[in-house]
T-cell receptor, first 117, second 117 residues
Framework: QQPVQSPQAVILREGEDAVINCSSS?????VHWYRQKHGEAPVFLMI?????EQKGHEKISASFNEKKQQSSLYLTASQLSYSGTYFC??????????????????FGKGTLLTVNP | DGGITQSPKYLFRKEGQNVTLSCEQN?????MYWYRQDPGQGLRLIYY???????QKGDIAEGYSVSREKKESFPLTVTSAQKNPTAFYLC????????????????FGPGTRLTVL
């Protein structure tokens, strides 16, 4: 099952903030965030791990609530270059709370972010 | 420079013909993936491979086939059995760790846009 992203689309003026949410119906080991510009390949932003570890972008922050099976991506003081479609990818726990990880990454449908001057 | 290449960028085929999409990486990654992207649907996993000569079906494998004879290459064949093959196809790779405590990002190729006439 694909994780659910919200909102589907958001329009900002340069300098404004935005939050993109990603919710899963299954227990998660990690959440990955990617950004894709139209017609291009997705680019890695961040990984959030069960237990609190994070890897990724310096200017973008995110949170991971394991109990709620949710992650949020925080875009502050947005720049024109932030425009694009943001995808979360969720990796489930193998066999429930075994501590391992299901190898597949399941992506949400994306959130289209438009930053205007 | 290391990276992933996909060719061609645009591909046109007649209905009923099989077509093979190329994916090559020189990142020395063990894991490789194929995704299909349709407007508003996000990235859906077709097949993935963790090591040479081994691959697993993803969420939408019907009508597709793959091979993994070399670490660097993971070609995807879209067969005539795929009912709606027109889409944007993305190949990705990553370091593979079996149920380890750390996660690694996926690196994406530029994609191939397949149109079946």
């Amino acid at each position: 099952q694909q994780p659910v992203q919200s909102p589907q689309a958001v329009i900002l003026r340069e300098g404004e903030d935005a939050v993109i949410n990603c919710s899963s119906s299954k227990a998660l080991y990690s959440v990955h965030w990617y950004r894709q510009k139209h017609g291009e390949a997705p680019v890695f932003l961040m990984i959030l791990l069960k237990g609190g570890e994070q890897k990724g972008h310096e200017k973008i922050s995110a949170s991971f609530n394991e109990k709620k099976q949710q992650s949020s991506l925080y875009l502050t003081a947005s720049q024109l270059s932030y425009s694009g479609t943001y995808f979360c990818g969720a990796r489930g726990l193998q066999g429930g709370n075994s501590g391992g990880s299901n190898y597949k990454l399941t992506f949400g449908k994306g959130t289209l972010l438009t930053v205007n001057p | 420079d290391g990276g992933i290449t996909q060719s061609p960028k645009y591909l046109f085929r007649k209905e009923g013909q099989n077509v093979t999409l190329s994916c090559e990486q020189n990142l020395n990654h063990d894991a490789m993936y194929w995704y299909r992207q349709d407007p508003g649907q996000g990235l859906r996993l077709i097949y993935y491979s963790q090591i040479v000569n081994d691959f697993q079906k993803g969420d939408i494998a019907e009508g597709y086939s793959v091979s993994r004879e070399k670490k660097e290459s993971f070609p995807l064949t879209v067969t005539s059995a795929q009912k709606n093959p027109t889409a944007f196809y993305l190949c990705a790779s990553s370091i593979y760790r079996d149920a380890g405590p750390t996660e690694n990002e996926q690196f994406f190729g530029p994609g191939t846009r397949l149109t079946v006439l």
